[in-house]
């Protein structure tokens, strides 16, 4: 049983593939934060800012088989042409992804990408991999395409990830919870991203587009 809180068509809205339209497939639940108010602050991640409980989302629902979940998916895609590329998020999408699953996408003429917070072994064949540190969990992830962390975090600071190796190397300024000014609630931390990218060239700066855009 595979457990979708939401799936939807829309444009990559930060990271490396800003722009780039892309079906998002949100699995519910994470291993970070049960999704619960009363449970936030004594969770490992105190600042997610998605619901991730149920499957009452826009195409979300509970799918038994791989075959149903992908038509469900791909159903959302407007161009046979050119292959569907998707973005696996939660949540933590590693909860549920299994190597059939994959393999059934891969199958259906797609590429597949992933957002995870690196505490859970990937299957393979996914083609983009996004790791997302989230405060003082456990990274086991080491090698990826795509090193996106929410900054500051007092316990995760990005010199606690030089390890890692990646492609590329991102800052994402950490919001204020219910606060719909995106772009004055993220001063503080924006400013801290652009001094510590300015200082650090290894890393850039990453802003959530879809967010100031208004767009899913």
Known sequence: MYIIKEAFYSLQGEGAQTGRPSIFCRFASCNLWNGKESSRANSICTFCDTDILGSDGINGGKFK?????????????????????IIFTGGEPALQLTQTLIDEFKSRNTILAIETNGT???PSGIDWICVSPKGASNVIISK????????????????????????????????????????????DALTQCMDYCLAHPKWSLSLQTHKILNIA
Do not use: G, M
Not at 65 to 85: F, G, M
């Open 144 to 187: 990826c395409d795509e090193l996106k962390l929410v900054y500051p975090q007092n316990d995760a600071l990005p010199e606690k990830f030089s390890h890692i190796k990646a492609k590329k190397y991102y800052l994402s300024p950490k919001n204020p919870l219910n606060n719909d000014d995106i772009i004055s609630s993220q001063n």
């Open 120 to 122: 859970l072994e990937l």
């Open 65 to 85: 088989s791989e075959t149903a979940l992908v038509d469900n998916i791909l159903s959302l895609w407007p161009c046979n042409e050119t292959p569907a590329y």
